[in-house]
């Protein structure tokens, strides 16, 4: 048990005392060779293997394999490597974050202090939700999200009702291949009670985690849309079922589903009709 308690976090037990960073330096090398190739207008095999001081051989093989994710691109005619859309995609994902963090900010402290109760953001990603920023209330028992944290759409205020938004085909597709982990137990753990839930999420306008993330937590959530209606994250107030009970949650609710509109609106989105 001392041995665990003593080793390293973050990092798998075989990595202690490995001083053969061979796989790091590829990695190294392979964001150099992107690095490059998206500064240039066009780059031949020798350019890049050259200004990365790579052999030909081995910058085509890192080149191939970044092609192949889509990172890079190669023009048959010309013989040259471009920067791939891949990276426009990454790039814009990042971008979203930002805009969401940046635009929702001011929306998110106004929601903290007429609630009383912590306010988040999150944004959607390809498994769950990712909190991206938070307003704490002052109360000493509170929701608390560090901004990074993770949490699964199934069992999220945010992830609900960015399911409940998208269209009734990608929803049910979606939630068949969730993970539905049962966390506590009111956790909704079936694909049919998991639908039903967001139905009525969609009609209401905003979705509720009652206690199915966290035993003693509720959070009251609505989505962020982009400009083509699409929800991209969602804001939520988070706090204790001692405070946030039923009659507290029903005058909650139509602010949070405010908070959504205004965020959505200056980030530029369209909010659907329902």
């Known amino acids: 048990m001392d041995t665990l308690e003593k080793r390293s976090r973050g990092r798998p037990r075989a990595a202690l005392g490995v001083k053969d960073a061979g796989s790091v330096q590829s990695l190294d090398r392979a964001i150099l060779l992107l690095k490059l190739v998206s500064g240039g207008n066009g780059l031949s095999l020798t350019e890049v293997s050259h200004a990365a001081g790579l052999p030909p051989s ?8 970044l092609q192949q994710h889509g990172i890079v691109e190669f023009d ?54 990712v909190f991206v920023n938070q307003v704490e209330t002052h109360e000493a028992i509170r929701a608390f999200f560090r901004p990074g944290t993770r949490s699964d759409y ?8 960015i399911l409940a938004f998208l269209p009734p085909d ?33 009609k209401a306008g905003y979705a509720v985690d009652d206690e199915e993330r966290n ?48 965020i959505t609106k200056a980030m530029g989105g369209v909010w659907p009709s329902i």
């Open 76 to 129: 048959e005619g010309a013989q040259l490597w471009y920067v791939g859309i891949e990276t426009f995609r990454m790039g814009s994902a990042f971008l979203r974050r930002r805009k969401l963090v940046d635009r929702g900010r001011t929306t998110i402290q106004d929601l903290m202090v007429s609630c009383g109760e912590t306010a988040n953001l999150a944004l959607a990603e390809s498994d769950g939700v």
């Open 215 to 262: 035993a003693g937590m509720r959070c009251i959530a609505a989505p962020v849309f982009d400009e083509h209606g699409e929800p991209i994250g969602g804001v939520s107030v988070s706090g204790p079922t001692v405070r946030v009970t039923d009659a507290r949650l029903l005058a909650i609710a139509p602010q949070v589903t405010e908070a959504g509109r205004t």
């Open 58 to 65: 081995t910058a085509y093989r890192m080149l191939t394999t």
């Open 154 to 161: 199934h069992a999220s205020g945010i992830g609900k009702a």
């Open 170 to 202: 990608r929803r049910a597709a979606m939630v068949e291949g969730l993970d539905l982990r049962r966390y506590t137990p009111q956790t909704l753990t079936s694909v049919q009670a998991l639908l039903d839930n967001l139905e009525l999420a969609r």
